[in-house]
């Protein structure tokens, strides 16, 4: 995991994508305003993994939404990251809860969610979601209550 002044994936050209899980893509850069609180989301409809059971793939759009600290992830890295679960054989609820412990280890955040939209397979999807809020920072109980209140409002879901 790299800082700012080692980026090297920013306007490289010669991207090389990585098809099995890897963390050690993943860099970052200073947050320009740690005194503000703001949060800072991304959308990624085009997630994959694999069944770790059958082998089929998964798909789904996760969205990682995180409030920063000092450090935060530089968007290209998050994307190959992501890309890397490709060929990653996991259950949905395993995933979100990596990405999620990922992030963590990687920025500190003050707080931080990852939810999965998975499309159905069988007749089901599956949406696991989880968070992280600083110890003893108000962050904590944010995170208490996102938990507790977590889709109280469920949408309506037909086919995706």
């Not at 098809?19 to 850069?29: G, H, I, N, W």
């Not at 450090?71 to 890295?77: A, D, G, R, Y």
């Not at 998975?118 to 209550?145: M, Q």
């Amino acid at each position: 995991m790299r800082e700012r002044e080692e980026l090297t994936l920013l306007g490289n050209q010669g991207t090389k994508y990585v098809f099995d899980y890897d963390p050690s893509v993943l860099e970052t850069f200073e947050n320009k305003h740690p005194d503000n609180d703001y949060f800072v989301k991304f959308n990624c409809p085009e997630f994959t993994s694999l069944c770790p059971i059958t082998g089929q793939p998964d798909f789904a759009t996760i969205t990682i939404s995180y409030v920063p600290n000092i450090k935060m992830v530089e968007s290209k890295s998050l994307k190959l990251y992501l890309f890397s679960f490709r060929n990653h054989g996991d259950f949905h609820e395993d995933c979100v809860n990596i990405i999620m412990k990922d992030l963590i280890k990687l920025m500190d955040p003050k707080y931080i969610e990852v939810w999965g939209k998975f499309t159905p397979r069988g007749g089901i999807s599956i949406d696991p979601y989880c968070n992280y809020g600083k110890a003893g920072t108000p962050w904590e109980k944010v995170a208490f209550d996102r938990m507790a209140n977590h889709d109280m409002y469920p949408e309506k879901v037909d086919n995706r």
